[in-house]
């Protein structure tokens, strides 16, 4: 047979594993990378032409939601692994609050052989911490682990009981995987809707305060520093647990970090016109909380950028504010809306592809976020500089709830690789079967 040779000629090669940012060549042969050097013979070989392009390792997203078991009505992973392979992610990593829930490996098998069949991204899914995510009785950690999950999280709830997150937290080291939480106490968030605060108070709408992250974020840290365990926070929204953060991690403890691209570029002014697209949990919070994620995820305290990427029908969204479900959709919009933080010269084009690519794939184990030689070629063609209006009932989700519906967004994919293996082109949209 014939060996498969793709040359990605002239772009910009961003390799974070490397800290290699320079123009180049990058030559993949039968699915993997073969070189990266300035001038590659195309001998052979399909040419794809990134002139004037970042060339990066594809994007890992470790945190979705693809609703599939159960609520396949707001996504599934077809749709959801086609949104994904459009926004440049090529890993993804899905949530286990699905119905049933991943508290087994039997749903664990279940997603995997369906991402096998449907999707032109690789999934990977997180298991349930606890049975039926109800924060009790944990899962059979070793057996979901032999199936497939690569962390174990109740992502959407909180462990309140504080000795079961501690038995958690003790369990996961003996399989050797992270924790994620979902870091809310969820006695002092109550029924909050938004940020508490003043534009709470203009709204007229219960408020969900900064301490509520903050306390249960302190409390997770405190049992890192009981357990020796790894711990990841999901979706940091507040500027004190930037700071519980910096902390640990300065204290030498294994704790690592998400921010969504919503929390790093709106704030809860965005909710004033009760659009349900701004509901979310955590809430949209302050400026100056928003000015603190900018800069801890530029300083490396936040480790990476995940989309909490959460679908939800029309009509679940289409309805009185406290009544809609929290989250938006944000695959196909992630990489254009943090790239506001290259043009506004926050971050480079090397740290923000590290943190959403290198530093997922690390803090989860997983076989890429790197454009090294013998590497899986999962690669993302990006124009930083291309100006889009964003359409959701154009793209391949099968919901629409996004914030972002009708605007201008500067940046865009051009094209994504999954092993070798052209599956999204800008114009041509998903080719996948």
């Not at 029309?314 to 009185?320: M, N, Q, R, T």
Request: charged share 20%.
């Amino acid at each position: 047979m014939p060996v498969s040779r793709v040359l990605i000629r002239g772009g910009r090669v961003l390799d974070p594993a490397s800290d290699h940012d320079a123009i180049a060549d990058l030559l993949i042969e039968d699915g993997q990378i073969a070189a990266c050097a300035s001038l590659i013979p195309a001998e052979d070989c399909d040419v794809i032409d990134a002139a004037g392009l970042w060339v990066a390792p594809g994007f890992v997203d470790m945190h979705a939601h693809l609703r599939e078991p159960g609520q396949e009505y707001k996504e599934d992973i077809a749709s959801g692994g086609r949104a994904a392979v459009a926004g440049g992610f090529t890993s993804v990593v899905c949530m286990a609050n699905t119905d049933p829930a991943n508290d087994d490996p039997s749903v664990t098998q279940y997603i995997l052989d369906r991402a096998a069949k449907d999707s032109p991204a690789r999934i990977h899914p997180i298991a349930a911490a606890t049975r039926g995510l109800a924060g009790e009785v944990m899962t059979e950690m070793a057996a979901l682990c032999e199936a497939g999950a690569v962390a174990f999280s109740d992502d959407g709830r909180t462990i309140m009981d504080t000795a079961v997150m501690r038995h958690v937290l003790e369990y996961s080291k003996l399989v050797g995987a992270a924790i994620v939480v979902h870091a809310e106490d969820c006695g002092l968030r109550g029924s909050g809707a938004v940020n508490e605060g003043l534009t709470a108070t203009r709204l007229g709408l219960p408020g969900n305060p900064a301490a509520a992250e903050e306390i249960m974020v302190s409390r997770d840290i405190r049992l890192v520093e009981l357990t020796g365990a790894r711990l990841h926070v999901a979706h940091v929204s507040a500027a004190g647990s930037v700071e519980l953060i910096r902390q640990a991690r300065e204290r030498g403890l294994q704790v690592t970090a998400e921010v969504t691209p919503h929390h790093l570029t709106l704030t809860d002014e965005a909710t004033l016109g009760f659009d349900t697209s701004t509901k979310m949990a955590p809430p949209l919070r302050s400026q100056h909380d928003v000015t603190a994620l900018r800069a801890a995820l530029t300083e490396g305290v936040i480790d990476a950028v995940a989309t909490d990427h959460a679908p939800h029908a029309g009509y679940e969204k289409d309805v009185e504010f406290t009544g809609a479900p929290d989250g938006i959709i944000g695959l196909e919009t992630a990489f254009a809306v943090v790239n506001d933080l290259v043009q506004q010269q926050e971050i480079c084009p090397l740290e923000l592809m590290r943190r959403m690519s290198t530093n997922p794939a690390r803090i989860l184990d997983l076989p890429a976020g790197t454009l090294a030689a013998r590497a899986p070629a999962d690669v993302v063609l990006l124009d930083p500089e291309r100006c889009w209006t964003y359409d959701p009932a154009k793209g391949y989700s099968k919901s629409r709830n996004s914030p972002w519906a009708g605007q201008q967004l500067t940046g865009q994919v051009m094209a994504t690789l999954v092993g070798g293996r052209l599956v999204y082109r800008n114009g041509d949209g998903v080719l996948f079967r």
